[in-house]
T-cell receptor, first 117, second 112 residues
Framework: AQKITQTQPGMFVQEKEAVTLDCTYDTSDPSYGLFWYKQPSSGEMIFLIYQGSYDQQNATEGRYSLNFQKARKSANLVISASQLGDSAMYFCAMREGTNFGNEKLTFGTGTRLTIIP | NAGVTQTPKFQVLKTGQSMTLQCAQDMNHEYMSWYRQDPGMGLRLIHYSVGAGITDQGEVPNGYNVSRSTTEDFPLRLLSAAPSQTSVYFC???????????FGPGTRLTVT
């Protein structure tokens, strides 16, 4: 079974609009972490935001926020006031267990976001 | 700090050849990992290490070897390259207890 599902292969959004990228996950481990990474056309993987399963509040980092709905097992990325530089591939990922000794990050297949001027 | 560096950036191999992909980090990160990225499949973990002298297998370890003799370096060896190993390879590192991994720029490998 897919552990991370990203159902939007591609999205087109007008510049300055907000955008939500969907991610659902599947785990039976009560302790886990959820991540979003950005991969621009240049190819590098850029860490954007992290949410721990026990975190009470949704994570925010500048224009990025993670809409964490634990009961629905969803971890959507919200980008406010989109910019042309936001055009990239976005990956959702999960680490089951704690942040000690467990290196397995499971990635989704990604969403290609294109910002239209 | 250079962060995570990978060499080479590009490599073409013939089937059956061997080579080593280099990865180094200067952030004193104990944890290091190798991933491969294939079109439409996201990244998959090949091998990882939680410290010098300690390595373990990830999701797709077959055909690859690793060793970790120092904190800084984590090379990935392809013993006998196959076309199925054509991919982009990423090395990553992080501190224990910290969530975020820092990725290198990647190595694009083609096996003909």
């Amino acid at each position: 079974a897919q552990k991370i599902t990203q159902t939007q292969p591609g999205m087109f959004v007008q510049e300055k609009e907000a955008v939500t990228l969907d991610c659902t996950y599947d785990t039976s481990d009560p302790s886990y972490g959820l991540f979003w990474y950005k991969q621009p056309s240049s190819g590098e993987m850029i860490f954007l935001i992290y949410q721990g399963s026990y975190d009470q509040q949704n994570a925010t980092e500048g224009r990025y926020s993670l809409n964490f709905q634990k009961a629905r097992k969803s971890a959507n990325l919200v980008i406010s006031a989109s910019q042309l530089g936001d055009s990239a591939m976005y990956f959702c990922a999960m680490r089951e267990g704690t942040n000690f000794g467990n290196e397995k990050l499971t990635f989704g297949t990604g969403t290609r976001l294109t910002i239209i001027p | 700090n250079a962060g995570v560096t990978q060499t080479p950036k590009f490599q073409v191999l013939k089937t059956g050849q061997s080579m080593t992909l280099q990865c180094a980090q200067d952030m004193n990160h104990e944890y290091m990992s190798w991933y491969r990225q294939d079109p439409g499949m996201g990244l998959r973990l090949i091998h990882y290490s939680v410290g010098a002298g300690i390595t373990d297998q990830g999701e797709v370890p077959n055909g690859y070897n690793v060793s970790r003799s120092t904190t800084e370096d984590f090379p990935l060896r392809l013993l006998s390259a196959a076309p199925s190993q054509t991919s982009v390879y990423f090395c990553a590192s992080r501190l224990p207890g910290r969530a975020e991994q820092y990725f290198g720029p990647g190595t694009r490998l083609t096996v003909t």
